[in-house]
């Protein structure tokens, strides 16, 4: 199954970071979007990035890794999209122009965007946004095709969909990952039909523009979604009360 098979990949990459040295806390890295040392020399490695200057809203996961990204965003003066805990209470919208800028770091944390963000956790809240120019994804392994396996629960996968669905981000935005070298694979990785592959791999060392990327699914693949899902998360029950009507 490719359950197992993905687990596999992810746990002996939690091993190697971990016996490397190279994890940083919260330890273990397992389970995780694990934090790993010079994070912010990936960071800085996409702000770098013209498509990253180009970009106006950017949504960038809650992880610990992105958290210079984040803090990066608001410094540069872009809005920043960020998933809430398992999307149970949507996504927090971050305009640096409502934060002071001594408080842009602390923003840049998950208690901290819940003080200075402002939750959008209904269609038509998300619906005022515009568009998402640019996403910046965290990873347990991803490799130069573009195939990356997250912590396995599957919500930067969910997260997409939404969007895509509400029609606020395009299915070909460019997608950013972060990650040590040691997380960067030259093997093809098992993939579902509901994975959603990366443009642009950035390491503290290099950035890796991805050749043959394989196709991204067109939103939510609402067949393969499992009800237990849409019953834990309101935007997904608003959504799949939309389509019924």
């Not at 971050?94 to 963000?117: E, H, M, N, Q, V």
């Amino acid at each position: 199954m490719l359950g197992r098979e993905k687990e596999e990949i992810r746990r002996a990459i939690w091993d190697r970071l971990l016996e490397a040295g190279v994890a940083r806390p919260p330890l273990p890295p397992h389970g995780r979007i694990p934090n790993f040392e010079s994070a912010e020399k990936a960071a800085l490695n996409i702000r770098r990035l013209k498509v990253w200057e180009e970009a106006e809203v950017v949504k960038i996961n809650p992880d610990s890794p992105q958290r210079p990204v984040r803090y990066g965003a608001l410094l540069e003066g872009k809005k920043l999209l960020m998933p809430t805990p398992r999307i149970k209470r949507g996504f927090i919208l971050l305009d640096p122009s409502l934060i002071p800028k001594s408080a842009f770091r602390f923003a840049s944390t998950i208690r901290g965007a819940f003080i200075y963000g402002r939750i959008l956790d209904s269609i038509s809240s998300l619906s005022q946004i515009g568009q998402v120019d640019l996403v910046v994804e965290g990873s347990v392994v991803v490799n130069r095709w573009g195939e990356r396996l997250g912590k396995g629960e599957g919500y930067a996968e969910l997260e997409f969909g939404i969007l895509v669905d509400l029609g606020i981000m395009s299915r070909e935005v460019t997608i950013i990952t972060s990650v040590h070298e040691l997380q960067l694979v030259n093997y093809r990785l098992p993939q579902d039909p509901y994975d959603v592959p990366v443009d642009i791999i950035s390491t503290s060392v290099r950035v890796v523009r991805v050749n043959e990327r394989p196709p991204r699914p067109k939103g939510i693949l609402w067949d393969l979604l499992p009800e237990k899902k849409i019953k834990e998360i309101p935007l997904l029950g608003e959504l799949a009360r939309g389509r019924s009507t």
